[in-house]
C-alpha cells in the first residue's frame, strides 16, 4: 500500500499510524543519503516556506531554513509580526495561506497551533509546542535506525531521566509505543520546599527574587500530566502491547536500557537563578558515568536533543555559576548539569548525528505534506 500525508498538518505523532511514522522515516534516511552524495533536491522551486517563531531556537530553525533551500523553495523567518498580537490569527493565517505553501510553527501554546489550522489551507508543521516535540522524535529514531539498523530499534528500551517537564518525556513515550520500544521515565517527584531546603540562604534569597515566597510554577510538577499518560498507554495498548511503559523516581529502574536521555533542569526561557532548586532535585538524577553503569548493559548509548548544559563555558552556565556560592554544588556543575561533560564527549557522535538529523526528517515532513 502507497503511503501518502499529502496536504495533511504534521501537529502530534499521535495524528498519524506507525506506517506513516515509518515512511516519514524512511523518506528521511533516502534524504540524507541523496544530500551527502551530493544529489539536487530542488524539486519545489517556486514555492515558498514560513517559519513563525514565538521562542529562541538554534536546531529547529536552521533545519527548516536548511530544508527548505535544500529543496528549492524561498523561506521566511519570522518572529517580530503582527500575528496574534495586533492582528488575529485568522487574519494572519489569510496572509500566510495566500503566500506560502507550508509554515513551520515553534511556540509555547498548542492552542495556538490548532487555533492556525481552522484558518490554514496550507500544511502546517509543529516545531516544538507544550504539547509535543514531534519532529524532535523523528530525529531520534532515524539515529537509532543508523545505530542499529532500519528498526533496530524494536524492543530495546528508552530511558528519559530527569526533568521531563510537559513536553518531552510525553513526547518520547509516543515515539516509543509507536515504533514498539519500552519506555522508561524517571524523575524526581521531590516538593519545592524539600528542594528548598538543599539551598544555602544566599540562594534562597536569589531564587525569590525571581519566584516570589511560596509561589510553585506548574511546571514543577514532573509527573506526566494525566490526560497524556493516557495517549501514552493507549498508544502501548494499541500499537506495542508486548512493550513496557514505567513511570517511576527509583533510579534502579535504570538497568536494562539501551538509550539514556535527559534535558536541561531549567526552563531556557527564565533566568538561571530560577533552576537553583531544580538542581538540587534531580542531581540524583544526572547522566553521568555511574548511571550508565548502573544500566549494567555495556551497549547503551546517551542522547540528548541540546542545547545541553555539559559543562559552563557558556553565558548561562557562567551566570548560574556565579548565583551558585558553595564550592562543592560549583564542582559539581562544572563537571556538567543534566549531563556530565564526560558522558556528553563520549557520546558526542550519536548526540550530534541526532541534531543533524533534525534537517533530514524535517525535510522529509515538509516534502511529504507538500
Ligand atoms: N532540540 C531543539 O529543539 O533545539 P532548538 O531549541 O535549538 O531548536
Redesign the pocket.
Known amino acids: 500500500m502507497t503511503v501518502s500525508i499529502k496536504g495533511r498538518h504534521f501537529l502530534a505523532l499521535e495524528d498519524f499510524t506507525p506506517e506513516e511514522i515509518r515512511y516519514l522515516l524512511d523518506l528521511a534516511l533516502q534524504l540524507k543519503e541523496e544530500k551527502h552524495a551530493g544529489k539536487n533536491q530542488q524539486e519545489f522551486i517556486g514555492k515558498n516556506l514560513l517559519m513563525l517563531f514565538e521562542?529562541?531556537?538554534?536546531?529547529?530553525?536552521c533545519?527548516f531554513e536548511t530544508s527548505g533551500c535544500d529543496l528549492g523553495m524561498g523561506t521566511t523567518f519570522l518572529s517580530n509580526s503582527h500575528f496574534g498580537e495586533t492582528e488575529t490569527i485568522k487574519d494572519s493565517m489569510r496572509v500566510f495561506s495566500s503566500m506560502y505553501d507550508t509554515i513551520g510553527y515553534?511556540g509555547a501554546k498548542h492552542s495556538t497551533l490548532l487555533e492556525m489550522t481552522k484558518h490554514s489551507t496550507i500544511p502546517i508543521i509543529n516545531?516544538?509546542t507544550d504539547h509535543q516535540?514531534p519532529t524532535?522524535m523523528l530525529a531520534d529514531a532515524m539515529t537509532l535506525d543508523e545505530i542499529w539498523g532500519r528498526e533496530g530499534y524494536k524492543g530495546k528500551t528508552l530511558c528519559f531521566i530527569g526533568r521531563g517537564g510537559a513536553v518531552n518525556s510525553f513526547s518520547y513515550g509516543v515515539i516509543c509505543a509507536m515504533l514498539g520500544m519500552n519506555f522508561t521515565y524517571i524523575t524526581s517527584y521531590m516538593d519545592l520546599e524539600e528542594a528548598m531546603d538543599g539551598l544555602t540562604q544566599a540562594q534562597r534569597d536569589l531564587f525569590h527574587q525571581f519566584v516570589p515566597e511560596g509561589e510553585v510554577s506548574p511546571n514543577w510538577n514532573t509527573k506526566m500530566d494525566p490526560k497524556k499518560r493516557k495517549i501514552v498507554e493507549d498508544l502501548f495498548a494499541k500499537y506495542s502491547p508486548d512493550c513496557k511503559f514505567i513511570e517511576t523516581d527509583n533510579i534502579d529502574a535504570i538497568k536494562g536500557v539501551d538509550i539514556i536521555t535527559t534535558e536541561n533542569w531549567g526552563f531556557?526561557t527564565d533566568p538561571v537563578e530560577t533552576w537553583l532548586p531544580g538542581i538540587i532535585r534531580f542531581r540524583p538524577y544526572q547522566v553521568n558515568r555511574e548511571l550508565m553503569e548502573r544500566t549494567e548493559n555495556p551497549n547503551c548509548i546517551a542522547l540528548h536533543?541540546?542545547?545541553a548544559t555539559h559543562n559552563m563555558d557558556h553565558a548561562s552556565g557562567q551566570r548560574l555559576l556565579t548565583a551558585v556560592d558553595d564550592k562543592d554544588l560549583q564542582e559539581f556543575l562544572k563537571k556538567g548539569m543534566e549531563v556530565t561533560d564526560e558522558v556528553f564527549e563520549e557520546n558526542a557522535a550519536h548526540i550530534f548525528r541526532e541534531?543533524e538529523n533534525?534537517l533530514h526528517t524535517i525535510k522529509a515532513v515538509i516534502r511529504a505534506v507538500q
Open positions: 521562542m529562541n531556537s538554534t536546531r529547529t530553525r533545519a515553534r516545531g516544538y516535540h524532535q531556557f536533543m541540546l542545547p541534531a533534525r
